[in-house]
């Protein structure tokens, strides 16, 4: 379960901005749970703050049952292990085929050869790009290449995936295969998706629940039924 306790984030530059001002949320193991606003709502900022790329200015972020923000650096990245993040413009290694992208974590987490030639081939099959294993990202379409964004995050087995804008480069129909890939990933493997998106079709398309955020705070959430019944 993912606790977010009351969080405020202010970036201090030349003008303070009051990103997040006292959001709380509680995300259900097993749920996909869709984050809706306008650009520069606070979308990114909160997606960030639970994996703790953003540090909350206050508040306290809780996943099973530990609070993040006490942990330090080293700690923090032990706990990011088991928590996926994948992006609207995908960041691929341009240099690294598909399999060595998809290899990368696996590399810095010092596994084995056999592991990893294991977990990859897995992983390619699941997002079905076996074909593709030794192109590179610029010999891919769009959506091959959140495909293989999304195998990379899975590599690391995490309990948790964030989608920050992930089909908002995609055309239409390529949103929907992806969107259908991440229910599947859901469904199969049991992972909790937190997904962040100014698209009203991706969180009736897929979200179980749904907060409405703006201006840093959250103005509306529960199940997607009832926060769009009118
Ligand atoms: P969204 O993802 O909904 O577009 P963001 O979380 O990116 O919103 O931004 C929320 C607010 O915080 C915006 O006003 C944005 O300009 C500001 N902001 C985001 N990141 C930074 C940063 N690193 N430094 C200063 N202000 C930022
Ligand atoms: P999608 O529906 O996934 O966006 P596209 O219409 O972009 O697919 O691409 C169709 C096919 O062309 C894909 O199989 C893709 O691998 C291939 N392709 C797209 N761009 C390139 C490229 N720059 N170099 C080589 N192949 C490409």
Redesign the pocket.
């Not at 606003?37 to 909160?46: C, D, F, V």
């Given at each position: 379960m993912i606790q977010l306790e009351n969080i405020t984030k202010t970036?201090s530059?030349k003008a303070k901005?009051n990103?997040l001002k006292g959001i709380s949320l509680t995300i259900e193991d097993g749920e996909i749970f869709g984050i809706i606003?306008?650009?520069?709502?606070?979308?990114?900022?909160?997606v960030r703050c639970i994996n703790m790329l953003e540090k909350p200015t206050e508040g306290k972020v809780i996943i099973d049952d530990k609070d993040l923000t006490l942990l330090s650096e080293a700690q923090l990245r032990e706990e990011r292990k088991h928590i996926g993040m994948i992006f609207q413009h995908f960041n691929l290694l341009s240099s690294r085929t598909v399999f060595d992208n998809i290899a990368f974590p696996l590399e810095l987490a010092g596994a084995s050869k056999e592991a990893i030639q294991k977990k990859v081939s897995d992983l390619l099959e699941l997002v079905q790009l076996t074909d593709r294993k030794y192109n590179y990202p610029a010999q891919l379409s769009g959506g091959q290449k959140q495909r293989v964004g999304i195998a990379r995050a899975l590599a690391g087995d995490p309990k948790i995936l964030l989608c920050d804008?992930a089909t908002s480069a995609l055309d239409p129909q390529t949103t929907k295969s992806i969107l259908e890939l991440l229910q599947d990933i859901n469904k199969r493997l049991g992972i909790t998706i937190v997904l962040?998106t100014?698209e009203m079709s991706v969180i009736k398309d897929i979200c179980h629940r749904v907060a409405v955020?703006e201006g840093?705070v959250i103005k509306e959430s529960g199940r997607v039924v009832d926060v769009f019944s009118n």
């Open positions: 970036y530059g901005v990103a606003g306008k650009s520069g709502a606070g979308k990114s900022t909160l804008e962040i100014h955020i840093g």
